[in-house]
Each structure stands twice: as C-alpha cells, then as structure tokens.
C-alpha cells in the first residue's frame, strides 16, 4: 500500500523569522520517503494543510496542488506496473516539473550563492561551478553518481593540479551534495562511499614562528594608532588563543566565564561548526585590555597586507599571514607538554589526525637536531 501526504516543517526548523519547508512524504510497505516542493513558509503561514497570510497564498496553493499531482502521477505508474517506488526517478522528474527543468548544474550556481559563508569562503566555491561547466560530465541529476566523481577527479588532475587542489573540489562539491541531500534532491551522497579515496595533498610542510620568532614579534615597537599596530595586536591575540582569523572577528568577551584564575569558554567554530576549548592566556588578554576587552575589526586582506609588511620589519623569513598565527599556536603549545588530544579540542579540529602533522613537524626538527649533534660528535673541530 502506498500513501502521499503533504507535510511542514519536518525537521522543526520553522521559527519567527525562519521559514519551514513544505514537502510531500511518500509511505511505502512501512518505508518513507520524502520529495521537495521547494517552498518554505513561517509557521504563522501555514494553516490545516494551506499557505494564509502571504500575498503570494493562492499562487502558491495552486502550484503544490499541482505538484501533489505530479507526485500522484508518478507513484500511479508504478502502482499500475506493479513495482516498488523507484524514490529516486520520482524526486527528479517532479522536481523538474516543479521548477521548470532546472539542471544540477544550475542548482548548483544558485546554492553557491545561497549559502550563509563569509565572502572569502565563497570565493573557494565559485571555482567549483566554473569547472564543472567546463568538465561537462556532470550536469544533470541523473549524473551524481561514484562513477562520474572518478571522471572529474580524474579531469581536474589531467589539467595539471595537484592532489591538494582536486582536494578542494571534491570538498566544497561534497558539501553542497549533503546540501542536496537535507533538501531531498537525492537519497545519498555518492561521497559517503569515497572515504579516504582522494587525497588531501601534502599539509606535512606546516609553517610556524619558532619562540624566538615570537618574543621578536611581540616585542615590536610600532607607531601608535596605525594598521600596522592593529594588525600587530590581532596576530599576537591569534597566537596565543589559536583563534582563526572569522572566529576573532567575532570573538565576544560575554562567552567567556571567569573561573578564579582565568577567563574559559566552549565555543564553536564558525566555519566548520565543530566545538573548541579556549582560554584567554595573559599574552591575550593584554591586548583584550588594551582594547577595552573587544577585538577590534580588520578587513582580512588588509590584516594579510599589514602582517607581510611587519614580516619584512621583524626580520622574519616566513611569509606572515593570518593562518600562520593558528599554526604558531598549535606548535606553541606541542613544544611546551601539552598533550596532542587537547591542543586538538582548543583547535575544534573534527579529529586528532588534523592535529597530528603539528606533532611530525616538531619530530622532524627534533631528528634534524639530533643530526646536528652526531655530525659534531663525528667531527669534533667543528
């Protein structure tokens, strides 16, 4: 026995000012199954079973009642044939009827558009679109499958990138798929069963200030009231908390909780939504007092452009940018005992492999030491 029914707000999303998706579910020999009507309204907007309150209301009664009947259509075939729901077929030839035959790769472009991410992590996306029009394999829903993510991955390194570029790729079109999936456009990401096949590229290569670095750098006498002091201030902070350069422009002295010794938070981060432990070590919360305990506001690629200059005056050979100040950090406080599963929880890395190549980095200079010694033991005049 099959039954269709027009439902809202599923997964409980609706608030005040947030729209509730209205889906059409599918019940099938007790499996369920749900098809996107791509229209979302307020809780307040929707009323025994239709959209009130809105100047669009009719319009958008008529244009469910339509693809209700659309899904009907769809489900009677198989009925008719006596087969089991192909939920898949259903989803794409409703969707296509519902918004007018749009393609994946035209989602796509709007999802990347739509998406709640500052503007410097919307750059990394964009590309993504331009090389999947130019890769041509991969237009049409039908085409989001394992065998087609082989064939682009395959492309991309034809065109000369290297495995930490193709990486990229794969993760910002791997995410926008798990998009696809929460809006019910496809049943699975094809990438849930490609774990572990691409690889990441080379991140062993970490750059870091060593601490003599630091000191150099935090002891810079620089003209009051300029961008370079700015800048100057907000790296030293990044360093000493591992805050990434979003995360310390929203950094919010309330989240932090005083315990009788220091100022500690858990908070999450903005990026990737996983959780970190901070505490506001006292190199930190100078420059909080300095600045009335608020971070002050910096455009990143001026900050980038302030940090390569003060590079350049600090006698410091590594290229300065904000990222490194994390990096710095993390190795900061690998060199000083503490242990690799913490360092990774005040990082809010996903899991401790992310952390790990902080570890290599320091075992690497700690052999390149220990063949300094031997070579002066092997040849005492030196």
């Known amino acids: 026995m099959i039954t269709t029914k027009i439902i809202f707000d599923r997964r409980k999303s609706a608030k005040k000012k947030q729209p509730g998706a209205i889906e059409i579910r599918i019940i099938e020999n007790r499996k369920t199954y749900y098809v996107s009507t791509g229209i979302s309204v307020m809780s307040s907007q929707w009323v025994a079973g239709q959209v009130v309150n809105r100047m669009d209301a009719q319009e958008l009664n008529k244009r469910l009642?339509?693809?209700?009947?659309?899904?009907?259509?769809?489900?009677?075939?198989?009925?008719?044939?006596?087969?089991?729901?192909?939920?898949?077929?259903?989803?794409?030839?409703?969707?296509?009827?519902?918004?007018?035959?749009?393609?994946?790769?035209d989602w796509i472009d709007e999802q990347i558009g739509m998406l709640r991410?500052?503007?410097?992590?919307?750059?990394?996306?964009?590309?993504?679109?331009?090389?999947?029009?130019?890769?041509?394999?991969?237009?049409?829903?039908?085409?989001?499958?394992?065998?087609?993510?082989?064939?682009?991955?395959?492309?991309?390194?034809?065109?000369?990138?290297?495995?930490?570029?193709?990486?990229?790729?794969?993760?910002?079109?791997?995410?926008?798929?798990?998009?696809?999936?929460?809006?019910?456009?496809?049943?699975?990401?094809?990438?849930?069963?490609?774990?572990?096949?691409?690889?990441?590229?080379?991140?062993?290569?970490?750059?870091?200030?060593?601490?003599?670095?630091?000191?150099?750098?935090?002891?810079?006498?620089?003209?009051?009231?300029?961008?370079?002091?700015?800048?100057?201030?907000?790296?030293?902070?990044?360093?000493?908390?591992?805050?990434p350069y979003s995360d310390m422009q929203a950094f919010n002295m309330n989240d932090y909780k005083w315990d009788g010794m220091k100022w500690n938070n858990v908070g999450t981060r903005i990026k990737t939504g996983v959780p970190y432990v901070s505490s506001i070590l006292p190199p930190a919360l100078h420059i909080l007092e300095k600045y009335g305990m608020k971070i002050p506001k910096m455009n990143n690629a001026d900050y980038n452009r302030q940090l390569k200059a003060l590079g350049l005056m600090a006698g410091i050979k590594t290229r300065?940018?904000?990222?490194?100040?994390?990096?710095?950090?993390?190795?900061?406080?690998?060199?000083?005992?503490?242990?690799?599963?913490?360092?990774?929880?005040?990082?809010?890395?996903?899991?401790?492999?992310?952390?790990?190549?902080?570890?290599?980095?320091?075992?690497?200079s700690v052999h390149e030491d220990f063949d300094m010694i031997a070579e002066k033991m092997s040849n005492p005049k030196k």
Not at 70 to 97: C, G, H, L, S
């Open 65 to 105: 009642a339509l693809i209700y009947q659309k899904v009907m259509d769809e489900v009677n075939i198989y009925i008719e044939a006596r087969q089991p729901v192909n939920i898949n077929t259903v989803r794409m030839n409703v969707w296509a009827f519902s918004s007018g035959g749009v393609s994946f790769i």
């Open 320 to 364: 300065l940018h904000s990222h490194l100040a994390r990096h710095t950090f993390a190795t900061y406080m690998l060199r000083n005992g503490v242990k690799i599963e913490n360092v990774s929880k005040m990082l809010g890395h996903t899991n401790i492999t992310q952390t790990q190549r902080y570890a290599k980095v320091l075992a690497q």
């Open 117 to 243: 991410i500052s503007e410097g992590t919307r750059k990394h996306y964009k590309p993504l679109f331009v090389r999947l029009v130019e890769f041509g394999g991969i237009s049409s829903w039908h085409d989001v499958n394992v065998e087609k993510i082989y064939a682009f991955d395959a492309w991309l390194h034809k065109l000369g990138l290297g495995d930490a570029g193709v990486y990229n790729y794969h993760k910002c079109l791997k995410a926008l798929l798990n998009r696809a999936v929460e809006f019910d456009r496809i049943d699975r990401n094809p990438y849930d069963r490609l774990k572990g096949k691409f690889k990441r590229g080379d991140k062993e290569n970490v750059e870091y200030l060593t601490e003599e670095e630091m000191r150099n750098f935090e002891t810079m006498i620089l003209p009051p009231g300029t961008a370079l002091e700015l800048a100057h201030d907000l790296f030293v902070f990044q360093m000493y908390t591992g805050l």
